[in-house]
Nanobody
Framework: QVQLVETGGGLVQPGGSLRLSCAAS????????MSWYRQAPGKQRELVAA???????TYGDSVKGRFTISRNNARNTLYLQMNSLKPEDTAVYYC?????????WGQGTQVTVSS
């Protein structure tokens, strides 16, 4: 099973930026569908963005135009560039991999947007 480790979370002021990273532990990363999800307190986990092995991207409506998902297959790493952050972006952010072997989740990284 793939192990995923997210980094890059933290506290940022409204309007600021953060970049999250998700490192995968094994080869085959380039073939995986990779996604970012988030979960705010008291709310269901929701899809933020996804990227296929071919580089096609999908975004949740609330982050379109502000967030960018990307991947570096040579480094087995997934990224989420978050700009123009809002207080409602506050959540734990998780990366997820999907492959023929199944799905794996990272442990999550906290993002807090507050002045």
């Amino acid at each position: 099973q793939v192990q995923l480790v997210e980094t890059g979370g933290g506290l940022v002021q409204p309007g600021g930026s953060l970049r999250l990273s998700c490192a995968a532990s094994r080869s085959g990363f380039s073939t995986y569908l990779m996604s970012w999800y988030r979960q705010a307190p008291g709310k269901q986990r929701e899809l933020v963005a996804a990227i296929t092995s071919g580089g096609t991207t999908t975004y949740g409506d609330s982050v379109k135009g502000r967030f960018t998902i990307s991947r570096n297959n040579a480094r087995n790493t997934l990224y989420l560039q978050m700009n123009s952050l809002k207080p409602e972006d506050t959540a734990v952010y998780y990366c997820k991999s999907n492959s023929v072997s199944g799905a794996s989740w990272g442990q999550g990284t906290q993002v807090t947007v507050s002045s």
